[in-house]
Every structure is written in structure tokens, then in C-alpha cells.
């Protein structure tokens, strides 16, 4: 069965960095699975953050950025704010029109 | 401004059938595909299909999850998207959400969603 891991959980200081991984099991990731991520924060629908491993959605600050770190895909946060804390969510091209999203990631501002 | 809204949701009994709807305006839909995600209750996203636009002969794909009991479906001239939900369980619980690329590329994910509706199963 394939899976995408994300870390379950990660806490960053305010103005902090944080680096957010995702990967496919047995696989290493790459740019050919077009990794993606969301946002969301609870009660709410999900924000589109980057798409296509690196590309900004519409109004999303430069300070989320997407990359390929080994064989993961990551978002990285800089200079984190208090209103960053949210699940956040990579998803996967897997190839036959299939697409899978990762567990996600509970980001916590403290 | 691009928006889609979703409708249909309830409470259904186990076996029971949904038809969840996705009205979509702000961009040109039938050059779009549609993807369906699901939420149940404090867990995470699950992708639940595509289906695409009138030029890739409208073709869709389904989670191993849903595969023969959901059926997605659209009427470009109401630019709207529905997703039949049959045989329901109580796993199916969840908020569905659609969601649009804005185009139909192959590998197009979601960029734009609704606020979801509510699908319950239980007896």
C-alpha cells in the first residue's frame, strides 16, 4: 500500500524557520510527482500554499517555499507568525491520474 | 474571484445513496477539471477522485475507497460538478469538498475549493 508520510506534529518559534518534509513510501520522491501542499485551519476549507514542487499560489507570501531536500519534498516556513498555526498537508501526483495526499502536519507557533 | 460552493450533504442511513452537488463561477468551468476530497472528522484530507474536462472525453479516476460505489459526473452548461455517493458506510462520514485546478492538465491538483458539505452515515 503506498503511503506519504508527513511529521505529525512540529513547533516552531515566532520568526522561527521550519522545514516541513513529505515522503512516499518504498520511493524517492521527486519532481515527476509534483508534490503539493495545503493549509488548513479548523472549521475552514483548505488554502493551496504551493503547488507543482516550488510554484506560490496566488497571495502567498515568498516566505512559504517549496523544494525537493533528498528524497522528500519539503515547505519550508520563515519567519513564522502566530497565525501559521495550522494542519498543513502535501499531495502527490502518483502517476494513472491517481493523486494522495500525506497525513499532515499539526504546525504549532510558541 | 473564483468560487465553488457545495450542497447535497445529510444524514443518510447505511446503504443508503447521496448526490452532492459543486457550483462553481469565476473562471471558465468546462475548461476545468473537478477534484472531490473528503475530511472525516479530525483526520486528514483524502482524495476521492477527478473528473475532467469535455477535451480528455471527460475521464475520471477514483480512490480504491470509493471505486465502484462513487460516481462523479458534470453539466458544463450549469458549470457545476456532482459526485454520486451509493452503498454508503459509516467511514464515508466526512465534509466532501471539490476543488479546481483551473485547468485539466494531467497532473493538475486542486487550487481553488469550496467550504465542503457534511455527508453522515449512520442508522
Known amino acids: 500500500q503506498t503511503v506519504v508520510t508527513q511529521e505529525p506534529s512540529i513547533s516552531v518559534s515566532p520568526g522561527g524557520t521550519v522545514t516541513l518534509t513529505c515522503a512516499l513510501s518504498?520511493?524517492?520522491?521527486?519532481?515527476?510527482?509534483?508534490p503539493t501542499w495545503y493549509r488548513q485551519t479548523p472549521g475552514q476549507a483548505p488554502r493551496t500554499l504551493i503547488y507543482?514542487?516550488?510554484i506560490r499560489s496566488s497571495g502567498v507570501p515568498d516566505r512559504f517555499s517549496g523544494s525537493i531536500l533528498g528524497n522528500k519534498a519539503a515547505l519550508t516556513i520563515t519567519g513564522a507568525q502566530a497565525d501559521d498555526e495550522a494542519d498543513y498537508y502535501c499531495?502527490?501526483?502518483?502517476?494513472?491520474?491517481?493523486?494522495?495526499f500525506g497525513g499532515g502536519t499539526r504546525v504549532t507557533v510558541l | 474571484e473564483v468560487q465553488l460552493v457545495e450542497s447535497g450533504g445529510g444524514l443518510v442511513h447505511p446503504g443508503g445513496s447521496l448526490k452532492l452537488s459543486c457550483a462553481a463561477s469565476?473562471?471558465?468551468?468546462?475548461?476545468?477539471?473537478i477534484h472531490w476530497v473528503r475530511q472525516a472528522v479530525g483526520k486528514g484530507l483524502e482524495w476521492v477522485g477527478r473528473?475532467?474536462?469535455?477535451?480528455?472525453?471527460?475521464?475520471?479516476t477514483y480512490a480504491a475507497s470509493v471505486q465502484g460505489r462513487f460516481t462523479m459526473s458534470r453539466d458544463d452548461s450549469k458549470s457545476a460538478a456532482f459526485l454520486q455517493l451509493n452503498s454508503l458506510q459509516p467511514e464515508d462520514t466526512a465534509v466532501y469538498f471539490c476543488?479546481?485546478?483551473?485547468?485539466?492538465?494531467?497532473?493538475?491538483?486542486?487550487?481553488?475549493w469550496g467550504q465542503g458539505t457534511l455527508v453522515t452515515v449512520s442508522s
Open positions: 499531495a502527490l501526483y502518483l502517476g494513472n491520474y491517481i493523486f494522495l
Open positions: 518504498s520511493v524517492s520522491l521527486s519532481i515527476h510527482y509534483f
Open positions: 469565476g473562471f471558465i468551468f468546462r475548461d476545468s477539471g
Open positions: 473528473i475532467r474536462n469535455r477535451g480528455n472525453v471527460f475521464a475520471t
Open positions: 507543482h514542487t516550488n
Open positions: 476543488g479546481s485546478p483551473l485547468g485539466d492538465a494531467y497532473n493538475d491538483f486542486p487550487l481553488h
